[in-house]
């Protein structure tokens, strides 16, 4: 019993803070700008039976990318990405980005794109991912524009 008392005693030292260190978290960087970005691309495929899977993009800077290079890595990505089969045959059509979720903000309840009419939420061809408002850990739908346009015109889900 002496034994595991003592062990606790010991132990216990290392969880307080030193005097005249302020506590810090391990693997934080200092800086705000991390050295890539992360984006979750949502490579939608069918809007009717909700088919759409994740890809993880790792971009050096959001400045200096604009949308249509985003569609493009995007594509060549699904190109070569494992799991990705069936979303091969629609990797040509697809021509649309939408933001659909930015890190630490409030989350949508629409469970495949966000369909209420916002111009903020489009990226366009010839716009910086920062100027269209995209953050570290974003998630950026991307998919067919003729499609969309369907949906919302009939927004029935098959599944």
Do not use: C
């Amino acid at each position: 019993i002496a034994h595991s008392r003592t062990s606790a005693i010991i132990s216990w030292p290392l969880l307080r803070r030193h005097p005249t260190r302020p506590l810090r978290q391990v693997g934080v960087e200092e800086s705000h700008h991390p050295a890539s970005f992360t984006l979750v691309m949502r490579v939608i495929r069918s809007f009717e039976y909700r088919n759409f899977k994740n890809l993880v993009l790792h971009v050096p800077s959001l400045t200096g990318i604009t949308g249509r290079q985003l569609k493009e890595i995007t594509r060549q990505a699904i190109s070569v990405a494992t799991g990705f089969g069936p979303y091969r045959n629609a990797v040509a059509r697809l021509d649309t980005l939408k933001l659909h979720h930015v890190a630490h903000h409030a989350k949508t309840s629409d469970l495949i794109v966000k369909t209420h009419p916002d111009e903020r939420l489009w990226i366009h061809d010839d716009q910086t991912l920062a100027d269209a408002g995209v953050e570290n850990e974003t998630e950026i739908s991307i998919f067919n524009g003729d499609d969309y346009a369907a949906f919302v015109s009939n927004p029935q889900v098959k599944w």
